[in-house]
């Protein structure tokens, strides 16, 4: 599974972003995703996550209600919706798969390489 992740950038504070993250395998819709970040000096940290069918779906507590994460298993992409960008949501993005949702980053087997998200206040 090859996970390629787009759309990060550098926005001001208050802006919004969408990331999305393409998987080449057809067997996508299999996969429960997530999304993780890593600050600076700082650990990779849970951010959200959606099941395969995308009927439950989880956000850390420090995003609800300004991130949204979703999928389209047909065009085999999962996305995580950003608004209300605050200088602490800086960090680059990772996409990752695995077997069943989870907060956990050791239970998501791949990755995507990550992209850059830089919020100026």
């Known amino acids: 599974v090859q996970l390629q992740a787009s759309g990060g950038g550098l926005v001001q504070a208050g802006d919004s972003l969408r990331l999305s993250c393409a998987a080449s395998?057809?067997?996508?819709?299999?996969?429960?995703m997530g999304w993780f970040r890593q600050a600076p000096g700082k650990e990779r940290e849970f951010v959200a996550a959606?099941?395969?069918?995308?009927?439950?779906?989880y956000h850390v507590d420090s995003v609800k209600g300004r991130f949204t994460i979703s999928r389209d298993n047909a065009k085999r992409r999962v996305y995580l919706r950003m608004n209300s960008l605050k200088p602490e949501d800086t960090a680059v993005y990772y996409c990752?798969?695995?077997?069943?949702?989870?907060?956990?980053?050791?239970?998501?087997?791949?990755w995507g390489q990550g992209t850059q998200v830089t919020v100026s206040s």
């Open positions: 395998v057809r067997t996508f819709s299999t996969y429960a």
């Open positions: 959606i099941d395969w069918s995308a009927t439950v779906t």
């Open positions: 990752a798969s695995g077997p069943s949702i989870s907060l956990v980053s050791t239970q998501y087997n791949y």
